[in-house]
């Protein structure tokens, strides 16, 4: 899967200086704005927030059967992803946003970073719809926004730990989303992405998400979404 060789990478779930987040936020294809915004949310990442490793190895092979095995082991060595990723482990959260923000712009090189993160994101509720609990839970679903956005709140609460996320319905064609994430000024593109790329994935028709409130919780940042279709 291109993984690269060894141990899990220098940082882990350890905390990091400013310098070691700018650092790496030189090497990402992005403009100077969007670089300081990635070493600011590398550095401010919370350390308990953990991710499923099957979001790892959906993104390593999207981005192998793009640019191939060689540039793959590039950006994965970079992003110090460790070597052995099992699909339902948990894996530092803030390892994987290293690995995102390396990987976005070489699938979607054309565009922001913002943007190439916000279309990367519709895969990954496919990863997750592919994983055995999430063929059992898609079966449940349907193609009606609201069931399909309920149930993608709890796969969200399964594949992101420390991540909290609920919803409930305003009428039959609008409904409220309230989460606490990681502060990072790229969540709303990456959130925007994922319910686009999830009712995509259900033939379901297509959603409007506007961001109605964001404030920052401790280490964390708490978000409103309307969305609507």
Partial sequence: MGLSEGEAGTW????????????????VQASPREREAVAQTLFEFPLECEVRGMFFVGLVNAVASVVGQTETQRITELAEVPSSVLPFTLHPHRDFYKLFFLAAPLLHPHVELSEAMRRVAGTFYPTFRASPIGRTMSLLMGDQPRRVLERLADAYNISVAWNSHACEARSETELIWRCRVEPTDFYE???????????????????????MERRRDGDGQRMVFAIRW
């Fill in 189 to 211: 593109h990456i959130f925007t992405g994922i319910v686009h790329g999830t009712l995509e994935s259900h033939e379901a028709p297509s959603p409007r998400v506007e961001l």
């Fill in 12 to 27: 882990g779930r350890k905390p990091i200086t400013m310098g070691e987040a700018a650092s790496f936020a030189a090497r």
